[in-house]
């Protein structure tokens, strides 16, 4: 699936009739039912499911740049500096973590995927003072 394709997707579908956007409302159930669409193939995929793998991806996207905007005082996620992390890989890690995780599915989804992407993607222990 092209990046065009999935942007514009995003950009018209991630709005419902009421106006409101569907990520207002997404729990970590719903959440985890998208994120696992995010690997398939495109000949697999309908409408519908085009649909939730973008409203995963944007999601995921969005609260991944938020949290590198903000520049937390005491960061919990250090992307490798050296490599380049997609938004589809880091969809697929928080889809894995929901899925390894089904006891915090009634958690807050936004905390969710920080911790999984502070999971996969942890920041170095700086040494103590002594």
């Not at 690997?39 to 991944?64: P, R």
């Not at 599915?105 to 905390?111: T, W």
């Not at 222990?125 to 002594?130: N, W």
Request: include cysteine; hydrophobic fraction near 45%; charge should be neutral.
């Amino acid at each position: 699936m092209s990046r065009k394709w999935l942007i514009l997707m995003g950009l018209f579908c991630l709005v419902q009739p009421s106006g409101t956007f569907a990520a207002d409302t997404i729990d970590a159930v719903k959440l985890r039912e998208y994120c696992q669409l995010v690997g398939l193939d495109d000949s697999q995929m309908n409408g519908d499911k085009i649909l939730h793998a973008s409203i995963c991806l944007f999601y995921v996207a969005g609260i991944s740049e938020g949290y590198d905007v903000a520049g937390a005082a005491h960061k919990q996620i250090c992307f490798p500096a050296d490599s380049v992390v997609t938004n589809g890989q880091k969809a697929l890690i928080v889809s894995k973590y929901l899925n390894d995780h089904p006891e915090m599915l009634n958690n807050p989804s936004v905390y969710l995927v920080l911790n999984a992407l502070s999971e996969a993607f942890p920041c170095p222990v700086a040494p103590k003072r002594k």
